[in-house]
T-cell receptor, first 116, second 113 residues
Framework: AQTVTQSQPEMSVQEAETVTLSCTYD???????LFWYKQPPSRQMILVIRQEAYKQQNATENRFSVNFQKAAKSFSLKISDSQLGDTAMYFCAFMRANFGNEKLTFGTGTRLTIIP | DGGITQSPKYLFRKEGQNVTLSCEQNLNHDAMYWYRQDPGQGLRLIYY???????QKGDIAEGYSVSREKKESFPLTVTSAQKNPTAFYLC????????????FGSGTQLSVL
């Protein structure tokens, strides 16, 4: 079974600073997807960024980027120029390729607070 | 606007009572999912449906039931057999089971009176 570990239950950072959230996972698969989801106080889950394991290039979405280290099974999220609206729970998730979404595994989350 | 609508936002259950959480989508998605979220834990899959009139148990299906009579609707019933129902429930959908892009509703908080 796949497992996803987020070792930082809570983090806080000053507005405009850069913050990195860590995620490690355990799998024997070679082809898979990794995701970061954001859950703001409204509690709706929002996809922030996704990475395909067969792609070596790290995914980026505006101020959000990942550091994907396949051999180390590490998938960290970097938020640059942090904004107050980035305050949320962030969940790392893993899904085996060629399987359905029912195989999506979530980590326990990191609560990020942006301090004005 | 296309999206997923969950209702109610807050729901209270009495002992021995069954309650039903609504999930409706107008995205024309085939696959729909129900997740449970507890404090300090990630999302856990309760049930999923790949297509109308078909659904499968997820990791924590005991004490729950679902139906999928229409493509747009995937209601979740929390039965009296679910001894610890207090949680936040999220519904999601995707174009197909194999699509890795999930769309989520805004959730229902269920509490026990």
């Amino acid at each position: 079974a796949q497992t996803v570990t987020q070792s930082q239950p809570e983090m806080s950072v000053q507005e405009a600073e850069t913050v990195t959230l860590s995620c490690t996972y355990d799998t024997s698969e070679n082809n898979y997807y990794l995701f970061w989801y954001k859950q703001p106080p409204s509690r709706q889950m929002i996809l922030v960024i996704r990475q395909e394991a067969y792609k070596q290039q790290n995914a980026t979405e505006n101020r959000f980027s990942v550091n994907f280290q396949k051999a180390a099974k590490s998938f960290s999220l970097k938020i640059s120029d942090s904004q107050l609206g980035d305050t949320a729970m962030y969940f790392c998730a893993f899904m085996r390729a060629n399987f359905g979404n029912e195989k999506l595994t979530f980590g326990t989350g990191t609560r990020l607070t942006i301090i004005p | 606007d296309g999206g997923i609508t969950q209702s109610p936002k807050y729901l209270f259950r009495k002992e021995g009572q069954n309650v039903t959480l609504s999930c409706e989508q107008n995205l024309n998605h085939d696959a729909m999912y129900w997740y449970r979220q507890d404090p300090g834990q990630g999302l856990r899959l309760i049930y999923y449906s790949q297509i109308v009139n078909d659904f499968q148990k997820g990791d924590i299906a005991e004490g729950y039931s679902v139906s999928r009579e229409k493509k747009e609707s995937f209601p979740l019933t929390v039965t009296s057999a679910q001894k610890n129902p207090t949680a936040f429930y999220l519904c999601a959908s995707s174009i197909s089971r194999g699509s890795e892009k999930l769309f989520f509703g805004s959730g229902t908080q269920l509490s026990v009176l």
